[in-house]
């Protein structure tokens, strides 16, 4: 049995449609039936809880060989939620683990990120730090899985493109990224599951190529049949908006944070296959945007 956590998040929905696909048998952790509902329709085991539940935790590690955590605690259950990911994502990881090692659990696979380590890493970067380190100690055999940009967060832009020929990007929109589609990020967690390359390693990955916002653009319009222009948003527009939206949504100035760390610096990853004995041809940016016009 393969336990997802995060299963009903843009990463950990692709590893259970995966999966499943692959006839493994799969359950997924959730916080809630109203999210499970797709998935348990689909027919997936569905434990209810979150890393705060030991309770929940025990039934959902109950019987399992390989946990894949795609997790994150940047989107909150309520708007009464505090933004708090050190104890969401590392103290909750902290007990997945305890129990995962009393369920006799042989692989425990980590959703990262480029960019964890780097001096000026936003805070849901650096948690997500703390929650490699949390991994590594564990005893447990363990993947870390550091993916690049994801090309999803692109797609508000193709509406405002096909429509008004207007590209709006936050702020310059020319630093380099390896951007990589969420399938190909959950289809190297599902090759993660028993691989022997993948044991006690840290693989960073992304897509094809290393593209700007900017190119991103051009790329985009050229599919769509137009021109576009872009209109830079000033990141600091975007820090007043976090900082009025921070009561209701406490992750949105996170998030904010992310998109101006990545438009300083960018998020480079290697080109070569994450395991060599896999196939790996990852989606071109083109043929993102063709399957979404599509």
């Known amino acids: 049995m393969i336990l997802v956590v995060g299963g009903t998040g843009r990463v ?8 499943r696909r692959q006839g493994r048998p799969v359950r997924a952790l959730c916080r809630s039936e109203s999210k499970a509902k797709p998935l348990r329709e689909a027919g997936v085991e569905i434990a209810l809880g979150d890393l705060a539940d030991r309770r929940a935790i025990e039934t959902a590690c109950r019987g399992v060989g390989t946990i894949i955590s795609t997790m994150t605690s940047l989107n909150p259950r309520t708007l009464r939620d505090r933004y708090h990911p050190e104890v969401i ?11 995962a090692r009393q369920a006799g659990v042989n692989q425990v696979i980590y959703l990262s990120a480029i960019g964890v380590e780097h001096p000026q890493a936003p805070r849901q970067f650096r948690v997500k730090r703390l929650v490699e380190k949390v991994v590594k100690s564990s005893g447990l055999p363990y993947t870390i899985l550091r993916p690049s940009g994801f090309m999803e967060n692109l797609l508000p832009v193709l509406p405002a493109i096909q429509r008004f020929r207007v590209a709006p990007l936050p702020g310059t929109g ?16 599902v090759q993660a599951v028993g691989h022997p390359e993948a044991q006690g390693a840290m693989i960073e990955y992304g897509g094809p190529e290393d593209l700007s916002n ?8 050229k599919v769509l049949g137009t021109s576009a222009w872009i209109a830079p948003i000033p990141l600091t527009l975007f820090h ?23 438009d300083r610096y960018g998020l480079c990853a290697p ?23 599509r």
């Open 174 to 189: 020319t630093a380099p990224i390896t951007y990589i589609a969420v399938e190909d990020i959950a289809r190297v967690a």
């Open 214 to 221: 900017r190119q991103c653009v051009q790329i985009a319009a």
């Open 240 to 262: 007043l908006i976090g900082g009025i939206a921070r009561p209701v949504s406490p992750g949105l100035r996170e998030f904010f944070a992310i998109l101006r760390f990545v």
């Open 89 to 99: 994502e590392e103290q909750g990881h902290r007990n997945l683990l305890d129990v």
């Open 12 to 19: 950990g929905s692709q590893v259970v449609q995966q999966l």
């Open 271 to 293: 080109h070569h296959p994450p395991f060599s004995n896999e196939p790996w041809t990852p989606l071109t940016f083109e043929e993102f945007v063709r399957r979404h016009i």
